[in-house]
């Protein structure tokens, strides 16, 4: 049996394997959650604008104006409690002219 002196200076080639090694598998396994985390965020923000949107478009039933919108320059006042053209009230039942039906029933159309 032949002992060899192995010198102390000499590096381990597999510790650089080793070194690279366990420097994948913490960015795959830290990549994981952040994509998770970006994803759900990013999908969380984009539901919010869409939904935030499809709010302050809502028509006034009365005059057909932009209800939260007085004029496209100045936003939006989402807090108002009534139409800021007509000023309807909001949840103010509507009496619908007889215009309207012919609007949004086909048969009744001339």
Same mark, same amino acid.
């Given at each position: 049996m032949v002992a060899e002196h192995i010198p102390t200076n000499v590096i381990d080639?597999?510790?650089?394997?080793r070194k690279r090694r366990n420097w994948s598998l913490f960015a795959f396994v830290?990549? $994981?959650?952040? #994509?998770?985390? $970006? *994803? $759900? *965020? #990013?999908?969380?923000?984009?539901c919010v604008m869409i939904a935030g949107n499809w709010f302050v478009?809502? =028509? /006034?039933p009365r005059c !057909?104006?932009?209800?939260?919108?007085?004029?496209?320059?100045? !936003?939006?006042?989402?807090?108002?409690?009534? /139409?800021?053209?007509c000023k309807l009230p909001l949840n103010a039942q509507v009496i619908t002219p007889d215009w309207e039906h012919? =609007? *949004?029933?086909?048969?009744l159309r001339s």
């Open positions: 080639p597999w510790r650089e394997y830290a990549w $994981v959650p952040f #994509v998770l985390v $970006v *994803t $759900v *965020t #990013v999908g969380s923000m984009a478009r809502f =028509r /006034c !057909g104006n932009p209800f939260f919108a007085d004029s496209k320059w100045w !936003g939006y006042n989402t807090f108002t409690r009534h /139409c800021l053209h012919t =609007r *949004t029933d086909p048969s």
